[in-house]
């Protein structure tokens, strides 16, 4: 394992995991300070992981904007910031373990054949013992996840194509799969709670099979509600929601805490980022968050 193992006793580790595709916006703001405020109001960890696994989709210089914009919103990080491009030795040697005892499989269906299919791949390539060289690779899905429990949410009743699927742990380009990274990644991280936006929610089923596969017990799951706009779109880097503003810290806290239906500290405006920070964990309602996604007052 890469030396970022975190030897803990009983201590609740969160973690906020953004892409460097791009410079941090509201609705990443909110998936971080909810999983820092949770963290934070459990007397735990928090810490931050750069998922940096698709260098096609990188935005040189992101990554470290956004560990300058977390810091000057007052969210501030345990421990070594975690980048997951130190760590393709450890996807591959687990890849290659899983292809061994045939838990893997390579696979040549393009992805126009699958969305042909309606988006679900249907095991073709499972018996076919293709060569591993440019092929893509799944796991053989012998734990299927239809139901699992979200701290936030509840009971989560997953499709049964999806949960039953042959996912990808690693692509025909050669680029590892965010199923397999970010497993592997939070277990060698010792993450007790992984906190994240809702557009993930189905994706935490496939990482339960993938932690079930492996024999390794899985976090527990908490899902916030994604900001969204007027037309229902999620504030993302795809649908180019605005960078937050460096000078409007202050505005930007107060609107995240609003989507989490927080409670606000009387004049603000005149708070440090900390200040309002410190409140927050003083002052974090759990069961206050809404279950359904927010919309946003306007984009900052």
Partial sequence: MAPFLISIAMTYLGRF???PSGPLHMGSLVA????????KSQSGKWLVRIDDLDPPREVAGSADAILRSLEAHGLHWDDSIFYQSSRFQDYQEQ?????SSKVAYACDCPRKRIQALG????GQCRDRQLATHQQGIRLRNQ???????????????????????DFLLKRRDGYFAYQLAVVLDDHAQGITEVVRGADLLETSGRHISLYQTLGLTPPKWAHLPLAVMANGQKLSKQNHAPQLSQQQVIS????????????????ATHASPDEVIQFAIN???WQAIPKSNQLIE???
């Fill in 17 to 19: 995991a953004p892409s």
């Fill in 32 to 39: 971080a300070l909810g999983s820092y405020l949770r963290a």
């Fill in 95 to 99: 890849l290659q373990s899983l292809l």
């Fill in 119 to 122: 988006g679900f791949y249907d």
């Fill in 143 to 165: 734990f299927p996840c239809y139901q699992f429990m979200d701290e936030l949410k509840g009971q989560i009743t997953l499709e049964p194509h999806w949960a039953e699927e």
């Fill in 252 to 267: 930007n806290l107060l609107q995240a805490l609003t989507i989490l239906n927080q409670p606000l500290p009387e004049n």
């Fill in 283 to 285: 002052h974090f309602d």
């Fill in 298 to 300: 306007s984009q900052v």
